[in-house]
């Protein structure tokens, strides 16, 4: 626990309430003004509740049922490493398959686009970009790599 409280402006709150939901699962707001205190940053319930709209935070479903608050798009020179991308497909893919230089990975119902985000994020060589439905979503593979060598990448980061 940070031993003073630092005064923390509107931007550089948001920006750790975006870094501590990369790192943890939060699922209420009162769990995150929390974290945020942990890190020396005083925020009331009602401040957070504004900042996770502001965000744009949704709530998604994580493993065991449990819902967690997610922010489906963080700026793209966030890049996602590989262990974050890791985690989030072992606890949302549950599908791989590929056709010619698409990958479509299946996940549970509106689970989608937090995958579609960790992807775009990760900023890997060979994708071109991500399309999410709810609980779908088609990963675009430069032609000249194949969605088969791609699909086998993800399906080892599925861990299926």
Known sequence: ?????VRFGKPQRQHLIAKLMEHH??????????????EGCLATQATVSRDLEDLGAIKV????????????????????PEDHLRRVFGDWVVEVAHSGNLVVLRTPPGSAHVVASALDRAGLAD??????????????????????????QLTGLAGL
Request: cysteine-free; proline content about 3%; overall charge negative.
């Open 1 to 5: 626990m940070a031993s003073h409280s």
């Open 25 to 38: 699962e939060v699922g209420n707001q009162a769990q995150l003004v929390d974290l945020l205190a942990a």
């Open 61 to 80: 479903r994580v493993a065991g049922g449990e819902s967690a608050y997610a922010i489906p798009a963080l700026p793209a020179q966030q890049v996602a």
């Open 127 to 152: 994708i071109v970009g991500t399309v999410a439905g709810d609980d779908t979503l088609i990963v675009v593979v430069a032609e000249e790599t194949g969605g088969e060598a791609v699909a086998d």
